[in-house]
C-alpha cells in the first residue's frame, strides 16, 4: 500500500499546517524503519512496517506492507483492501512550530508513526493498495 501521510500546506481538523522539509532531519536519523506503522493510532497495535517514506512535492509519501502476523493486522488488511478505511495519520512531536492565526504551522517534526485510520486529521491523507 502507498499514500500520503501529510499534506504541504493544507489545514488540517486540528488546525496544523505541515511545510515541505518538515520531516527531513526526523527522515535524515530514523529511515523508514524507525517510524512504527499503527493501526488508528494505537501503540499496541503494530500491523505492519513502513518501507519508504519520503518528502516529495505533494507531501509525506509512504509505502508499506501491512502484515498477517495477528488479528488485528489481518482485519486491518481485509478493510483496506474491501475500500472501508483508507485514511493515514501522523503520530509525531513537535520539534519547530509557529503560529499563524488559528493555525499552527509546523517547520519541524520528529515523526513516529503513521497509522492507518478511519477518520484521518488531514481529509487528503488517504492510501491506495499498489
Known sequence: M???????????????V???????????????????????????EVIGRWERICEDERGLFVEG??????????????????GAVDGLSIGFRTAKARKQG?????SGVALWEVSVVTFP????????LA
Not at 3 to 8: D, F, I, N, R
Not at 65 to 82: E, L, P, Y
Not at 102 to 106: A, F, I, P, T
Request: contains cysteine; hydrophobic residues 45%.
Open 2 to 16: 502507498e499514500g500520503y501521510a501529510s499534506l504541504w500546506g493544507v489545514a488540517d481538523l486540528n488546525g496544523d
Open 18 to 44: 505541515v511545510h515541505r522539509g518538515a520531516f527531513a532531519d526526523s527522515l535524515a536519523k530514523t529511515g523508514p524503519e524507525g517510524v512504527r506503522m499503527l493501526w488508528q493510532h494505537d501503540g499496541r
Open 65 to 82: 506492507v501491512i502484515a498477517d502476523w495477528s488479528g488485528q493486522a489481518r482485519m486491518a488488511q481485509a478493510v483496506c483492501k474491501a
Open 102 to 106: 488559528r493555525l499552527r504551522v509546523l
Open 121 to 128: 486529521a488531514c481529509p487528503g491523507a488517504r492510501l491506495r
